[in-house]
């Protein structure tokens, strides 16, 4: 196997695993945890959050990492500005609102705010973390569509 193939297999198995585990949550874990009583609920995602929060951070790196490296080892970069890279430009663009979220707004305030509203108002909370898991899968899934009919087309 090549360099090249080596690295696209390490970045589509960061991506399978990690929009997995968003999958998983936004379609089980949530609905799941909708009908417990609310004291349960949070303390469960959190703890479930917790774990695949530590292994999103590893997967989104390593998907950032490798796209990196494929962009330059392609010579895919001239396609960035162009419309025709669009989906290179949508990949990106998700990987770095993940990395934000993931690195910057979670450790910085969105824990602390999300605690807080899920001791005031349990339901507002669980339905703002429904909504915004469902907004990132929608997004994951319009992007992972568009890079397979970039890649192939
Ligand atoms: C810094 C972020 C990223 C960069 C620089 C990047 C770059 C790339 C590059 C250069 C390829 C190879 C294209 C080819 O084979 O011609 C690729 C493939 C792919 N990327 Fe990304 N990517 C990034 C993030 C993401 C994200 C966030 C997703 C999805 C959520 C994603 C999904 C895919 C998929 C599904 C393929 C395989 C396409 C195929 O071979 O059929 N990538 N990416």
Known sequence: MSVTESLLV???LSVVLWIG??????????PMLASWPAAQRFAVFREIERRFGTEARVLVVAAGASG?????RLRLTGLLFRPQGAWLDGMI???TLFALLLFVAEPLFLHRKMT???QRDPSRAHALLVRGHRLLLALA???????????TG
């Open 10 to 12: 390490v970045h589509v």
């Open 21 to 30: 585990g968003v999958a998983f949550v936004t379609t089980i874990v949530l």
């Open 68 to 72: 990196g490296a494929l962009l330059f």
């Open 93 to 95: 663009g998700l990987w």
């Open 116 to 118: 807080e509203m899920a």
């Open 141 to 151: 899934v319009i992007v992972i569509i568009a890079g397979v009919w970039g890649a």
